[in-house]
């Protein structure tokens, strides 16, 4: 096994794409929300190797888990994992210097190591000319080519020197430390091994000195009335020879490096000014913002304008499959129904989501490959740091506004764990595009007929507000209170601008759809089958046969709808759902709205054809379709204090709207987020806490309501 | 000496001391920025936080509170030239 590390933005994952093809492997590393990609490598001499795309890192002081993963990777500590064989060090050939560094951390590793410096075409194009047969000796004969992988130049020449490296096992040669230092690392070495009975290399030795607080420290299981004393002497050895233990290694390494790349970098007359100048409008302290603001607004409409007419296409490619298949199926109701409103309804509730999240994929593949994702960062952090967020969350919860689940997976940019965690735990507050059919539904059943246009219109931009009113005090209570983990300094590099390319962008946009297509849509569909199987069972012929007797006169299409809710009413569902219906009458809704409320996990939009069914107006029914706002205007509570008067008021309907912009009824959101924050933990207290909030904000809506209209 | 959050837009400074008890100031000296390091303020984000530095070749975006502490020399004899990493 072969690992490519290197600094973020250096070109690894595009090398590694051009090493692999298409052969390639997405997993999780045991524990961690770290993705794992790895993928089968052809040396071109016969041979084949199985190579890893480490997550991209500036030094081995871990702090994040993407650092830690990469750390334990190498030095062999990930269970079922084995140590690589080799280690390819991808550098930016623009700024080797400080892409040099963790290639001198990694020589302590001990582990062979080749040196692909990429982007030659830009360094080509800034005039730099680097001699690589000097820089190769320096190191150690290791084996150093310049590529462009964006190009697929110089790939062969990376194959090369991967089974030159694995042959030749070329070391990178160490730092030079004084004496002392060293002595003092044998000490550690042999104080953990006394203590704990473990052995480790010289470099994790360093990491327990040298960092602030290593998460190597923890997982050693030394007890700190052990550990302490020894790092302190350790450390002081350190401050004996004239460092600051915490500032050493920069120190030593840099200085090295200096003097390693004297005369191997040649410095061409050309500087590559264009970046600046590009940000000198893009953060231009008027215009920046005014650009700003018109990219996330183009972005944003154009996922919505884009999505809609696939969206349609798609909606009425379910409808008409169903069309075809169901009436050859007339004499088998249960299969008919299994098919058309579990199988075929299940596959079309996520494929509607598809174009949203295709397009959104793409905008965001755009905005991180040519740069514009840090400047955004930079622009917005401000309006995010005081809540303990940064302005990586920005995007993220904007695209929560078309769908949670992307948002969900792009909050893997934010390194900083605490903010990742308090970022996605907000995404399902912003009021995705599954909220609009039911906002649409009550405005057109209640607030546009009584209160005209105007209203209506203020009430469907009050409800996209709603869920952000609540999610910045949930921000700012779960980073002050609630996460214990240490913020990480939101230092956050602005890369060149760059033209993106099409096939990096498109294929990255495939391989996160993929995702969404395994695992959210697996969960969409299953939980479409089970509630569809609550809704279908039981089923007693003795139920259609009574609605049949007492409407002899009545047309079919009547009937049939009749018959249909009838079933539901007595179905588990219904059953459940009039069991439960007290719990949600504060709130104000009978038990139909419940029954819609429950059946709504696969998605919330499902409860306005779940309303039609209940309201006996049939299935397929539309936020505008007629016969379904009739039916709830005239729908009336049969018993109780409120008998005779209807049930949806401005108090119910306003309830309901608040009760959906803030519940946690999505069930492919809650897989997500147990995902994306590695448990279930996360993704059941964000269930159990914005249900309550959802519930208690509903209920202050229709009991104050109520009282004063 | 000031602290490198009172830098003007476009302003030269020296690193004369930082902190290296700090994750910010740990994680810029392993960017490369250490004392002694010429480094040029290239602005402030439109609303005043965070800044955009520049040192190495590199353009390194950090808040503002994490800036006060670390200490720049602007009399010393800063290049008017953009200063490289590999110079
Ligand atoms: N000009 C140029 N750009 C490259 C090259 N390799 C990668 N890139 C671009 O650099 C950016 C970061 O690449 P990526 O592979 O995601 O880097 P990673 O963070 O190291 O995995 C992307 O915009 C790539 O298109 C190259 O050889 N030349
Ligand atoms: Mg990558």
Redesign the pocket.
Known sequence: MVA?V????????????ALTGLRQRVGNYPGVTVARKSGSCDLGNGTKVELV?LP?LYSLAATSPDEQVVTDALSGNISGERQPDAVIM?ADATNLLRNLFLASQLAELGLPVALVL?????AKEQGLRIDTTLLSERLGGIPVVM?????G?GVIDVRRAIALTLERKTLLPRVVWPEKILAALEDIKAAIFRDTGRKITSAEAQRLIFDSNSALAERLQWKPEHRDPVIRQGRETVRQSGYNPLAAEPLVHYARLRKVLEGVVKEGAVRNSRSAAVDRLLLHRFFGPVLFAGIMLGFFASVFWLAKFPMEWIQSGVDWTKTIVAPPLDAYPMLQSLLADGIIAGVGAFLVFLPQILILFLFIGIL????YMARAAFIMDRLFSWCGLNGKSFVPLLSGFACAIPSLLSTRTIEDPKARLATAFVVPFMSCSARFPVYALMCAAFIGPHYGPGWQSVVMVGMHCVGLFFAVPTAFVLTRLVLKVKPQPFVLEL??Y?M??PR?VLWRMWQNAAEFISKAGTVIFAITIIVWALSYFPRDAAVAASINAANPTAAEEVVKAKVQAAYVEQSYMGRFGKAVQPVFDPLGFDWKITVGVLASFPAREVIVSTLGVTYSVGEGAKADSRHLLQAMQDAKWSEGPRAGSPIFSLAAVLSLMVFFALCSQCGPTIATLAQETGGWKWAAGSFVYMTTLAWVAATAVYQVVIRIS | MTPLSQLLPGQFGKLASLNPERGVDQRLMALGLLPGMVLKLVRRAPLGDPLAIEFGGQVVSLRLAEAESLIVDVAADCPIQRPRATS
Request: aromatic letters at 6%; proline letters at 8%.
């Open positions: 490519l290197g600094n973020p933005n250096t070109g690894k994952s595009t090398l590694f794409n795309d991209g991808v990429n982007q030659a075409d830009i590529a462009s992988a964006w190009k130049e991180e490959d040519s740069g890369p060149r760059q993106p390319k990096d």
